[in-house]
Protein backbone atom coordinates (compact mmCIF):
# COMPACT_ATOMS: atom_id res chain seq x y z
CA UNK A 1 0.00 0.00 0.00
CA UNK A 2 2.78 2.14 1.12
CA UNK A 3 4.57 1.58 -2.47
CA UNK A 4 1.55 2.11 -4.40
CA UNK A 5 0.92 5.39 -2.64
CA UNK A 6 4.24 6.80 -3.49
CA UNK A 7 4.01 5.82 -6.83
CA UNK A 8 0.64 8.00 -7.44
CA UNK A 9 2.17 11.15 -5.81
CA UNK A 10 5.25 10.60 -7.82
CA UNK A 11 2.95 10.20 -10.83
CA UNK A 12 0.94 13.69 -9.71
CA UNK A 13 3.61 15.61 -9.16
CA UNK A 14 5.17 14.63 -12.60
CA UNK A 15 1.70 15.50 -14.67
CA UNK A 16 2.05 19.02 -12.84
CA UNK A 17 5.46 19.57 -14.19
CA UNK A 18 4.63 18.43 -17.10
CA UNK A 19 1.86 20.49 -17.53
CA UNK A 20 3.32 23.89 -16.38
CA UNK A 21 6.47 22.80 -18.78
CA UNK A 22 3.52 22.54 -21.40
CA UNK A 23 2.14 25.60 -20.46
CA UNK A 24 5.59 27.58 -21.11
CA UNK A 25 5.92 25.62 -24.22
CA UNK A 26 2.47 26.80 -26.02
CA UNK A 27 3.32 30.43 -25.79
CA UNK A 28 3.88 31.53 -29.00
CA UNK A 29 7.16 32.98 -29.58
CA UNK A 30 6.20 36.76 -30.19
CA UNK A 31 4.31 36.78 -26.86
CA UNK A 32 7.65 36.00 -25.11
CA UNK A 33 9.16 38.02 -26.92
CA UNK A 34 7.40 40.86 -26.55
CA UNK A 35 7.59 40.41 -22.97
CA UNK A 36 11.32 39.91 -23.07
CA UNK A 37 11.26 43.29 -24.56
CA UNK A 38 9.35 44.98 -21.51
CA UNK A 39 11.65 43.23 -19.34
CA UNK A 40 14.99 44.52 -21.26
CA UNK A 41 13.63 48.16 -21.48
CA UNK A 42 12.85 48.45 -17.26
CA UNK A 43 16.09 46.72 -16.65
CA UNK A 44 17.56 48.20 -13.66
CA UNK A 45 20.47 46.41 -14.09
CA UNK A 46 22.60 44.37 -16.38
CA UNK A 47 21.80 40.94 -13.98
CA UNK A 48 17.91 41.43 -14.83
CA UNK A 49 18.32 40.65 -18.02
CA UNK A 50 21.35 37.78 -18.05
CA UNK A 51 19.56 36.00 -15.01
CA UNK A 52 16.42 36.02 -17.54
CA UNK A 53 19.12 34.53 -20.10
CA UNK A 54 20.54 31.47 -18.31
CA UNK A 55 16.21 30.46 -17.25
CA UNK A 56 16.53 27.79 -20.09
CA UNK A 57 17.24 27.40 -23.96
CA UNK A 58 14.08 28.95 -24.89
CA UNK A 59 14.15 32.20 -22.96
CA UNK A 60 18.20 32.12 -24.25
CA UNK A 61 17.70 32.43 -27.79
CA UNK A 62 14.57 34.23 -27.40
CA UNK A 63 16.21 36.75 -25.25
CA UNK A 64 19.47 37.23 -27.99
CA UNK A 65 16.47 38.47 -30.20
CA UNK A 66 17.62 41.75 -32.44
CA UNK A 67 13.82 42.99 -31.43
CA UNK A 68 14.92 42.22 -27.47
CA UNK A 69 18.44 43.23 -27.55
CA UNK A 70 17.44 46.67 -29.35
CA UNK A 71 15.13 47.67 -26.69
CA UNK A 72 17.29 47.15 -23.70
CA UNK A 73 17.62 50.45 -21.62
CA UNK A 74 20.32 52.56 -20.53
CA UNK A 75 20.81 50.39 -16.93
CA UNK A 76 20.99 47.10 -18.96
CA UNK A 77 24.18 48.34 -20.12
CA UNK A 78 25.84 49.67 -16.48
CA UNK A 79 28.56 47.02 -16.41
CA UNK A 80 30.87 47.27 -14.02
CA UNK A 81 34.51 48.53 -14.80
CA UNK A 82 35.60 45.32 -12.61
CA UNK A 83 33.25 42.68 -14.63
CA UNK A 84 34.56 44.12 -17.87
CA UNK A 85 35.61 40.86 -20.23
CA UNK A 86 35.25 39.65 -23.80
CA UNK A 87 31.44 38.33 -23.07
CA UNK A 88 30.36 41.80 -22.27
CA UNK A 89 32.39 43.06 -25.29
CA UNK A 90 30.59 40.96 -27.43
CA UNK A 91 27.21 41.25 -25.76
CA UNK A 92 27.44 45.48 -26.70
CA UNK A 93 28.33 44.63 -30.00
CA UNK A 94 25.65 42.20 -30.34
CA UNK A 95 23.49 45.09 -29.49
CA UNK A 96 25.22 47.61 -31.41
CA UNK A 97 24.52 45.09 -34.35
CA UNK A 98 20.71 44.86 -32.82
CA UNK A 99 20.12 49.06 -33.73
CA UNK A 100 20.17 49.73 -30.00
CA UNK A 101 21.73 53.38 -29.44
CA UNK A 102 22.09 53.17 -25.63
CA UNK A 103 24.42 50.18 -26.75
CA UNK A 104 26.50 52.15 -29.23
CA UNK A 105 26.99 55.01 -27.19
CA UNK A 106 28.08 53.09 -24.07
CA UNK A 107 30.78 50.79 -26.55
CA UNK A 108 31.74 54.08 -27.97
CA UNK A 109 32.46 55.73 -24.69
CA UNK A 110 34.68 52.48 -23.69
CA UNK A 111 35.96 52.27 -27.08
CA UNK A 112 37.34 56.13 -27.30
CA UNK A 113 38.42 56.49 -23.84
CA UNK A 114 39.47 53.00 -21.83
CA UNK A 115 40.27 50.85 -24.97
CA UNK A 116 41.82 54.00 -26.71
CA UNK A 117 40.11 52.43 -30.31
CA UNK A 118 39.56 56.49 -31.11
CA UNK A 119 38.40 55.85 -34.07
CA UNK A 120 35.82 53.14 -33.37
CA UNK A 121 34.70 54.87 -30.09
CA UNK A 122 33.68 58.27 -32.38
CA UNK A 123 32.13 56.51 -34.79
CA UNK A 124 29.85 54.46 -32.53
CA UNK A 125 28.58 57.38 -30.80
CA UNK A 126 28.45 59.62 -33.83
CA UNK A 127 25.89 56.75 -35.19
CA UNK A 128 23.87 57.55 -31.88
CA UNK A 129 24.39 61.01 -32.37
CA UNK A 130 22.80 60.80 -35.36
CA UNK A 131 19.52 59.40 -34.34
CA UNK A 132 19.31 62.11 -32.11
CA UNK A 133 21.12 60.54 -28.75
CA UNK A 134 21.34 63.58 -26.80
CA UNK A 135 24.34 62.06 -24.37
CA UNK A 136 25.87 61.07 -27.59
CA UNK A 137 25.93 64.68 -28.74
CA UNK A 138 26.99 66.46 -26.25
CA UNK A 139 29.65 63.70 -25.72
CA UNK A 140 31.02 64.77 -29.19
CA UNK A 141 30.98 68.31 -28.47
CA UNK A 142 33.62 67.68 -26.02
CA UNK A 143 35.59 66.00 -28.11
CA UNK A 144 35.20 68.55 -31.04
CA UNK A 145 36.08 71.31 -27.85
CA UNK A 146 39.41 69.29 -26.70
CA UNK A 147 40.22 68.07 -29.75
CA UNK A 148 40.31 64.77 -28.24
CA UNK A 149 42.12 61.97 -29.95
CA UNK A 150 44.07 64.14 -32.00
CA UNK A 151 46.20 67.79 -32.01
CA UNK A 152 45.21 70.99 -30.06
CA UNK A 153 45.11 72.32 -33.61
CA UNK A 154 42.38 69.86 -34.14
CA UNK A 155 39.81 71.53 -32.09
CA UNK A 156 36.53 72.64 -34.01
CA UNK A 157 34.71 75.47 -31.44
CA UNK A 158 31.83 75.69 -33.75
CA UNK A 159 31.07 72.30 -34.45
CA UNK A 160 31.22 71.48 -30.65
CA UNK A 161 28.66 74.73 -30.44
CA UNK A 162 26.14 72.96 -32.99
CA UNK A 163 26.22 69.59 -31.24
CA UNK A 164 25.63 71.20 -28.03
CA UNK A 165 22.92 73.14 -29.19
CA UNK A 166 20.98 70.01 -30.88
CA UNK A 167 21.65 68.16 -27.61
CA UNK A 168 20.49 71.16 -25.67
CA UNK A 169 17.49 71.32 -27.87
CA UNK A 170 16.72 67.29 -26.88
CA UNK A 171 16.99 68.45 -23.30
CA UNK A 172 20.19 67.53 -22.25
CA UNK A 173 21.29 69.73 -19.03
CA UNK A 174 25.01 69.67 -19.32
CA UNK A 175 24.88 70.56 -23.16
CA UNK A 176 21.99 73.47 -22.44
CA UNK A 177 24.80 74.90 -19.65
CA UNK A 178 28.12 74.20 -21.97
CA UNK A 179 26.36 76.59 -24.97
CA UNK A 180 25.15 79.16 -21.80
CA UNK A 181 28.76 79.62 -21.24
CA UNK A 182 30.11 79.37 -24.92
CA UNK A 183 27.70 82.12 -25.62
CA UNK A 184 28.69 84.36 -22.37
CA UNK A 185 32.03 84.04 -22.89
CA UNK A 186 31.88 83.66 -27.44
CA UNK A 187 33.73 80.94 -27.19
CA UNK A 188 33.15 79.47 -30.80
CA UNK A 189 30.75 81.51 -31.33
CA UNK A 190 29.36 85.29 -31.40
CA UNK A 191 29.43 86.81 -27.72
CA UNK A 192 25.75 87.13 -26.65
CA UNK A 193 25.89 87.68 -22.73
CA UNK A 194 22.23 88.50 -22.26
CA UNK A 195 21.41 84.58 -24.00
CA UNK A 196 24.03 83.22 -22.67
CA UNK A 197 22.74 83.93 -18.99
CA UNK A 198 19.23 83.18 -20.51
CA UNK A 199 20.56 79.59 -20.96
CA UNK A 200 22.21 79.12 -17.63
CA UNK A 201 18.96 80.17 -15.58
CA UNK A 202 16.95 78.09 -18.14
CA UNK A 203 19.55 74.82 -17.29
CA UNK A 204 19.10 75.37 -13.60
CA UNK A 205 15.54 75.51 -14.23
CA UNK A 206 15.54 71.92 -15.58
CA UNK A 207 17.77 70.98 -13.06
CA UNK A 208 15.28 71.90 -10.34
CA UNK A 209 12.36 70.15 -11.99
CA UNK A 210 14.23 66.85 -12.55
CA UNK A 211 15.04 66.98 -8.86
CA UNK A 212 11.58 67.91 -7.61
CA UNK A 213 10.41 64.98 -9.83
CA UNK A 214 12.35 62.47 -7.94
CA UNK A 215 10.13 60.62 -5.17
CA UNK A 216 13.02 60.81 -2.65
CA UNK A 217 12.59 64.77 -2.83
CA UNK A 218 9.58 64.62 -2.69
CA UNK A 219 9.36 62.43 0.15
CA UNK A 220 11.86 64.29 2.55
CA UNK A 221 12.83 68.15 1.77
CA UNK A 222 9.40 69.54 0.64
CA UNK A 223 10.15 72.02 4.02
CA UNK A 224 13.50 73.06 3.08
CA UNK A 225 12.47 73.83 -0.48
CA UNK A 226 10.22 75.58 0.79
CA UNK A 227 12.32 77.04 3.47
CA UNK A 228 14.64 78.11 1.11
CA UNK A 229 12.43 79.43 -2.01
CA UNK A 230 10.90 82.02 0.77
CA UNK A 231 14.34 82.67 1.72
CA UNK A 232 12.96 81.58 5.50
CA UNK A 233 16.72 79.78 5.50
CA UNK A 234 19.55 80.48 3.79
CA UNK A 235 21.67 77.09 1.92
CA UNK A 236 24.05 76.52 -0.37
CA UNK A 237 23.23 77.04 -4.03
CA UNK A 238 23.40 74.47 -6.96
CA UNK A 239 20.55 76.25 -8.56
CA UNK A 240 19.88 79.79 -9.02
CA UNK A 241 16.41 78.94 -7.12
CA UNK A 242 18.63 78.14 -4.12
CA UNK A 243 17.80 74.89 -3.46
CA UNK A 244 20.68 72.31 -2.19
CA UNK A 245 19.75 69.59 -4.43
CA UNK A 246 22.05 66.14 -5.22
CA UNK A 247 23.84 65.39 -7.75
CA UNK A 248 22.17 63.84 -11.01
CA UNK A 249 22.32 60.16 -11.12
CA UNK A 250 25.28 59.12 -13.42
CA UNK A 251 24.60 57.20 -16.80
CA UNK A 252 26.21 54.12 -16.75
CA UNK A 253 28.93 55.11 -19.79
CA UNK A 254 30.23 57.93 -17.21
CA UNK A 255 30.10 55.56 -14.40
CA UNK A 256 32.22 53.09 -16.27
CA UNK A 257 35.01 55.44 -16.94
CA UNK A 258 35.35 56.75 -13.32
CA UNK A 259 35.63 52.78 -12.25
CA UNK A 260 37.81 52.14 -14.98
CA UNK A 261 40.15 54.66 -14.15
CA UNK A 262 39.80 54.85 -10.67
CA UNK A 263 40.32 51.23 -10.11
CA UNK A 264 44.25 52.24 -10.63
CA UNK A 265 44.61 51.46 -14.66
CA UNK A 266 46.81 53.70 -15.74
CA UNK A 267 46.13 56.58 -18.76
CA UNK A 268 48.25 56.46 -21.36
CA UNK A 269 51.00 58.96 -21.71
CA UNK A 270 52.68 61.06 -19.02
CA UNK A 271 50.97 63.41 -16.89
CA UNK A 272 47.64 62.63 -18.22
CA UNK A 273 44.47 64.07 -16.05
CA UNK A 274 40.95 62.83 -14.89
CA UNK A 275 38.48 65.93 -15.36
CA UNK A 276 37.81 66.94 -11.95
CA UNK A 277 33.89 66.60 -12.22
CA UNK A 278 33.50 64.00 -9.92
CA UNK A 279 30.19 62.74 -12.26
CA UNK A 280 32.24 62.66 -15.35
CA UNK A 281 35.10 60.10 -15.52
CA UNK A 282 36.56 62.21 -19.08
CA UNK A 283 40.67 61.35 -18.73
CA UNK A 284 42.77 63.73 -21.25
CA UNK A 285 43.87 62.05 -24.53
CA UNK A 286 46.54 64.17 -24.57
CA UNK A 287 48.79 65.83 -21.97
CA UNK A 288 47.62 69.07 -20.78
CA UNK A 289 44.13 68.76 -23.26
CA UNK A 290 41.40 69.81 -20.50
CA UNK A 291 41.40 73.61 -18.70
CA UNK A 292 43.01 73.88 -15.66
CA UNK A 293 41.13 76.18 -12.79
CA UNK A 294 43.45 79.33 -12.69
CA UNK A 295 42.48 80.74 -9.36
CA UNK A 296 43.81 77.46 -7.14
CA UNK A 297 45.41 75.67 -10.22
CA UNK A 298 44.69 72.26 -8.38
CA UNK A 299 41.78 71.03 -10.44
CA UNK A 300 40.84 70.89 -14.59
CA UNK A 301 37.80 69.85 -16.54
CA UNK A 302 37.11 68.85 -19.76
CA UNK A 303 34.38 71.27 -20.34
CA UNK A 304 32.78 74.55 -19.15
CA UNK A 305 29.85 72.49 -17.82
CA UNK A 306 32.00 70.22 -16.12
CA UNK A 307 33.88 73.10 -14.46
CA UNK A 308 30.66 75.15 -13.48
CA UNK A 309 28.55 72.38 -11.87
CA UNK A 310 31.75 70.89 -9.95
CA UNK A 311 31.72 74.83 -8.44
CA UNK A 312 28.37 74.24 -6.61
CA UNK A 313 28.81 70.77 -6.02
CA UNK A 314 31.90 70.86 -3.93
CA UNK A 315 35.01 73.22 -5.54
CA UNK A 316 33.47 76.35 -4.36
CA UNK A 317 34.37 75.52 -0.71
CA UNK A 318 37.70 74.32 -1.59
CA UNK A 319 39.28 76.87 -4.29
CA UNK A 320 41.94 78.74 -2.54
CA UNK A 321 42.79 81.73 -4.75
CA UNK A 322 46.95 82.19 -5.40
CA UNK A 323 47.86 85.45 -6.54
CA UNK A 324 50.23 83.84 -9.38
CA UNK A 325 50.87 80.44 -10.62
CA UNK A 326 52.21 78.63 -13.19
CA UNK A 327 50.97 75.89 -15.65
CA UNK A 328 52.75 72.56 -16.07
CA UNK A 329 52.72 73.77 -19.61
CA UNK A 330 54.49 76.86 -19.35
CA UNK A 331 50.96 79.39 -19.50
CA UNK A 332 49.25 81.40 -17.05
CA UNK A 333 45.49 80.05 -16.49
CA UNK A 334 43.20 82.44 -17.79
CA UNK A 335 40.05 83.37 -15.63
CA UNK A 336 36.51 85.06 -16.52
CA UNK A 337 34.20 85.60 -14.34
CA UNK A 338 30.91 83.48 -15.92
CA UNK A 339 27.05 86.09 -15.57
CA UNK A 340 26.05 83.96 -12.73
CA UNK A 341 29.34 84.45 -10.56
CA UNK A 342 30.78 80.96 -11.64
CA UNK A 343 34.67 81.14 -12.27
CA UNK A 344 35.14 79.27 -16.22
CA UNK A 345 38.73 78.43 -16.10
CA UNK A 346 39.72 78.57 -20.04
CA UNK A 347 43.04 77.43 -21.84
Known amino acids: MTMMTLHRKKLRSSRRTTAKSDFFDGLPDDLVVFILCKLSSSASSPSDLINTLITCKRLNRLGLHSVVLSKAGPKAFAIRAKNWSDSAHRFLKQCVSAGNIEACYTLGMIRFYCLQNRGSGASLMAKAAMRSHAPALYSLAVVQFNGSGGSKKEKDLRAGVA ?19 CLQDGYGVKQNVAEGRRLLVQANARELASVLRSATWRSHHYQHLYACLTGLVSCPLLSDFGCNVPAPELHPANRFLKEWFGSGRAISGQGMRLCSHVGCGRPETRPHEFRRCSVCGTVNYCSRGCQALDWKLRHKVK ?4 ERWLGVDGELGGLVEGGDGENVAVG
Open 319 to 322: CKPI
Open 163 to 181: LCARAASLGHVDALRELGH
